[in-house]
């Protein structure tokens, strides 16, 4: 699922091709908003909430979610799709650039007055101008003895944090994910880390959190299950853990760096 800093980026690039502009095209292909047309309705602003997009037109807002699969494209007018149409879950057009949602996991039309429905139950975004390091590390305190690697994944504690921010953060703090958060030292430090890490990524192309931009060494343990460990040797365990959402995802760690408390 695409991260707090990857859906950033797309809120800034939809905002850069369609806020300020009148829509001349606002084709919704799905069933229970299909028949909605905002043509003719400007565009103020397109922003991400977490994991979150809201696109306001006029009084609506356009809100979607990348989920797994999803994506947004922007062509110029007139430019060939690089994906199937079929799976265009929403286009938007102005005079000189087409945007186009793929495989939105969200997609739906609410009064602006009323976004508080969608968004209301996040933790302050990690990217966001609502960003309070204090309320997120009281929201993470008051997580228990949830498993840390879980507790991180909770929007409601705060937004924008997915898998591979859950793993590298626990393994840069020295933590197993399946840590009870109670027994994590320094939560303060875990959600300064997490917003330094995010706001670090949110404007490069590649995600990194090593420091170090060769492919194969982006990530400390991310997806590096039974290779050496890139700070001692070890060899990285890849594990099924959490009920998160009602499925199990993948984590990895150090056993030798991130020592079971």
């Not at 909430?49 to 609506?60: D, N, P, Q």
């Not at 020295?174 to 875990?190: A, E, F, N, Q, Y």
């Not at 995600?207 to 400390?220: I, K, L, M």
């Amino acid at each position: 699922m695409p991260e707090g800093d990857t859906v950033w980026q797309t809120a800034h690039r939809l905002d850069a091709a369609l806020a300020g502009h009148a829509l001349t095209e606002c084709d919704i292909r799905v069933p229970r908003f299909a028949t909605i047309d905002l043509s003719g309705e400007r565009v103020d602003a397109v922003i991400s909430r977490g994991k979150h997009l809201l696109t306001r037109v006029g009084e609506h807002t356009i809100h979607t979610h990348l989920k797994m699969e999803g994506t947004w494209h922007v062509y110029p007018r007139g430019a060939r799709w690089k994906r199937p149409a079929h799976q265009a879950r929403i286009v938007l057009g102005t005079e000189e650039a087409v945007a186009v949602g793929f495989s939105l996991g969200i997609t739906e039309v609410l009064a602006r007055a009323d976004e508080d429905a969608v968004v209301g139950h996040l933790g302050p975004d990690l990217l966001g101008p609502d960003w309070d390091a204090a309320v997120a590390a009281a929201n993470l305190a008051a997580a228990g003895g949830r498993p840390i690697g879980e507790a991180l994944l909770d929007q409601r504690i705060m937004a924008g944090i997915g898998n591979v921010y859950r793993n590298e953060i626990c393994f840069l703090r020295g933590v197993d994910p399946r840590t009870p958060t109670d027994r994590v030292p320094d939560l303060p430090k875990v959600v300064d880390l997490a917003h330094r890490l995010l706001q670090a990524n949110r404007s490069r192309a590649v995600r990194v959190t090593t420091g170090d931009r060769r492919p194969g060494r982006r990530d400390w343990v991310y997806g590096r299950g039974g290779k050496p460990c890139l700070r001692c040797g070890t060899l990285v365990v890849a594990a099924e853990f959490g009920a998160e959402l009602g499925r199990e995802r993948a984590i990895f760690y150090c056993p030798n760096c991130q020592p079971l408390r």
